[in-house]
């Protein structure tokens, strides 16, 4: 027989030895964890009160901020308070009403640098009226399939009769990785000698029917979910966890931390997180075995009961409600001894899933939670009350987020934006090939100034695997309209800018058609115009003209521009200038010419009929020198124009009602 088979065979021999021989019944400073007196955990007042900052028992923080399960003082409440009138005025009758309320905060939220993963409250019905609605009607025992339990309206005894009920779950920091915390409180009737109960959490659903007094289970090896473990003593599944408590007046609570494992498992299996004890219960295949630290430590936690050694002064706050006082009767306190507080650090204990398994770190170890109380200290006595059991939450990310801005000329600058009400969540953006100019403090907002495909990826917490990821396409429309700069003659004669192709300018694209243009004319002579074929005015006419076309749709603009000169025959494509033009090609067979004289000049005409015109005189850059009115006689007129000599190039215009008829360029 080899070593291993030896080791293996002699581990089994001890503890099924040392089961024989412990028994099941135990006392308290025999079962797993001594837990400090009072603390504050990850910032969660452990004092066997229920006010947040305020501290009834333990030193207390400067300052005293500590959370705690109600608002009260500068600390932030865990349960949800909301129709607290209408749960105190049932209470206050008399009524013996059991209701669950959840967490105050979304699950996963982000408060004061913690963590809040979930918590619940649950209110038990009592005996006040001869009989708990909710006690255990068999010879139920922990380590029993729940499925064999049953449940029925019960005398108990005041001390296991339970009332007020609480867990709450959390991290000492925003980080999946930071330590995990259960918090925990019990309220009893009675307060008469020790006090033994469990909070049992399970891995799959478990469920109570209380009509038929029935329970039911999700659990598949023995009616729950077993641990399992590699060879190496891995984890490689977790299963269910079961807190028992045992409380002596005064001291610090005594608890007994189970893990739901085959018996193999037991026997063979060394965990690497943390050592199996001597104590298991169950049956044959499985049963709840005990866990204790690896380096033999009980440091799990801090607890304790509202007592020091007054009656008077160890009447504390119970709930916004009310509660039972030991005497039966509502109360807005506890009195003396009738609350116990723990806080375990379930990272010490070596069962936080970020321990072993970074996938599911994020996911709910745990979906049910269930509080029992017991008949005595061993861990298989008879159950006598239950509160519960409850499904705890699943968390989600309910964000929704917007498809994002079309960027435009206008609008270079575009947001995401995550809509997320219930502020939970840590988010990441990426781009492959945009480019992100800037963001809020926690990403819900995000600044782009270029179009491409952003990818957004949101998880629940701070190390977490990706919950969901989601890709964001930017649009850009930042197509320009068309601007052209041109002139002509319209068939009355006058002067005529063309600006912009406004049929290239109104194509649909793929975010619609044109909603307008605007034009915007600049020229000579203080010129400006918002049309887009401005009529042009014969005090001047020549020089540069600019163009600005803009799209309504996106703000963008084109430019265009042209130089109204003499430098070539008007009508050329290559140009947009005007240059000599004779009066023939205007008018057909009359004729219109220029002649000099010596120093004078004339204008000679030939005309069909006669008419008053007039002559404009014009720099080569446009600039009007001078005007002469005529009067031009039906056929022949020769007419001296007063236009000095000056040895310079000089452009004529002559005007018929406005129109121009003639132009010509002359060297005088």
């Given amino acids: 027989m080899n070593e291993m088979k030896r080791s293996v065979l002699k581990n089994v021999f001890t503890k099924n030895l040392l089961l024989i021989a412990t028994g099941v019944f135990l006392v308290c400073f025999n079962v797993s964890a001594q837990l400090s007196l009072y603390g504050l955990n990850a910032n969660f007042g452990v004092d066997a009160d229920s006010r947040a900052g305020s501290t009834k028992y333990g030193t207390a923080p400067s300052p005293n901020y500590g959370d705690d399960w109600f608002s009260f003082a500068g600390g932030r409440g865990v349960i949800d308070t909301s129709n607290t009138s209408f749960y105190k005025s049932q209470l206050q009758s008399n009524r013996n009403i059991s209701f669950r309320k959840y967490m105050s905060a979304p ?262 939670v269930f509080f029992k109380s017991r008949s005595s200290n061993s861990f298989t006595a008879n159950l006598q009350d239950f509160a519960g059991p409850a499904q705890l939450s699943s968390p989600v990310l309910d964000f929704t987020a917007n498809t994002g801005d079309t960027l435009t000329c206008t609008n270079p600058v575009g947001q995401l934006t995550i809509n997320n ?100 004319w600049k020229g000579p002579n203080g010129f400006t115009s918002n049309e887009q074929n401005p009529i042009l005015d014969i005090q001047w006419i020549w020089g540069a003209y600019y163009l600005t076309l803009k799209e309504l749709r996106n703000g963008c603009v084109d430019h265009a521009s042209l130089d109204v000169s003499f430098s070539a025959h008007y009508g050329e494509a290559s140009t947009a200038n005007f240059g000599e033009a004779s009066f023939e090609t205007i008018n057909g067979a009359e004729t219109m010419t220029l002649r000099k004289a010596g120093m004078n000049l004339y204008l000679t005409a030939n005309q069909k009929e006669s008419f008053q015109g007039l002559v404009a005189f014009y720099s080569t850059t446009g600039q009007l020198l001078g005007k002469q009115n005529i009067n031009l006689n039906k056929g022949f007129s020769n007419i001296e124009l007063k236009l000095a000599a000056a040895n310079q190039i000089r452009v004529v215009a002559v005007y018929k009602g406005g129109q121009l008829v003639y132009t010509r360029k002359i060297n005088h």
């Fill in 421 to 520: 009400p219930s502020s939970v969540g840590v988010f990441n953006w990426t781009t492959l090939t945009g480019n992100i100019t800037g963001s809020n403090q926690d990403s819900t907002v995000i600044q782009v100034d270029k179009k491409g495909t952003y990818i957004l990826t949101a998880r629940l917490a701070a190390g977490c695997v990706a919950n969901r990821i989601q890709i964001f396409q930017v649009l850009e429309d930042k197509l320009p309209p068309i601007a052209t700069a041109d002139i002509t003659m319209t068939p009355a004669g006058n002067i005529q800018l063309l600006g912009g192709d406004s049929l290239a300018s109104t194509l649909l694209a793929p975010f619609g058609g044109s909603k307008g243009l605007v034009w915007e």
């Fill in 107 to 368: 699950l996963f939220a982000g408060i004061d640098n913690k963590l809040w993963l979930d918590g619940i409250y649950l209110r038990d019905y009592t005996s006040a009226d001869g009989k708990d609605s909710t006690a255990y009607g068999n010879a139920a025992k922990n380590g029993m399939s729940p499925a064999s339990w049953s449940g029925r309206p019960e005398s108990i005894p005041n001390k296991t009769d339970i009332v007020d009920t609480y867990a709450h779950f959390r991290r000492n920091g925003l980080n999946i990785n930071d330590s995990l915390w259960l918090f925990t409180g019990v309220s009893t009737v009675g307060t008469n000698g020790d006090r033994y109960f469990d909070i049992e959490l399970y891995k799959k659903r478990v469920s109570y029917d209380m009509n038929s007094g029935t329970f039911t289970t999700d659990g598949l090896s023995g009616g729950r979910t077993e641990w399992l473990f590699d060879p190496f003593g891995n984890i490689l599944q977790t299963g269910d966890l079961i807190i028992s408590v045992c409380y002596k007046s005064g001291q610090a609570p005594v608890i007994d931390v189970r893990i739901w494992v085959s018996r193999l498992t037991y026997q063979v299996i060394t965990p690497r997180l943390f050592n199996f004890s001597n104590n298991y219960d169950g049956g044959i295949l499985f049963g709840y075995a005990s866990i204790v630290s690896k380096t033999n430590t009980t440091a799990f936690g801090s607890g304790g009961g509202n007592f020091a050694n007054s009656a008077s002064t160890d009447t504390t706050y119970s709930t916004p409600w009310g509660s039972v006082n030991t005497s039966g009767n509502w109360s807005p306190n506890y009195n003396q001894l009738q609350f116990v507080e723990i806080g375990l650090n379930l990272t010490r204990m070596g069962i936080d899933p970020a321990l072993y398994n970074s996938l599911n770190a994020c996911d709910r170890i745990f979906h049910t």
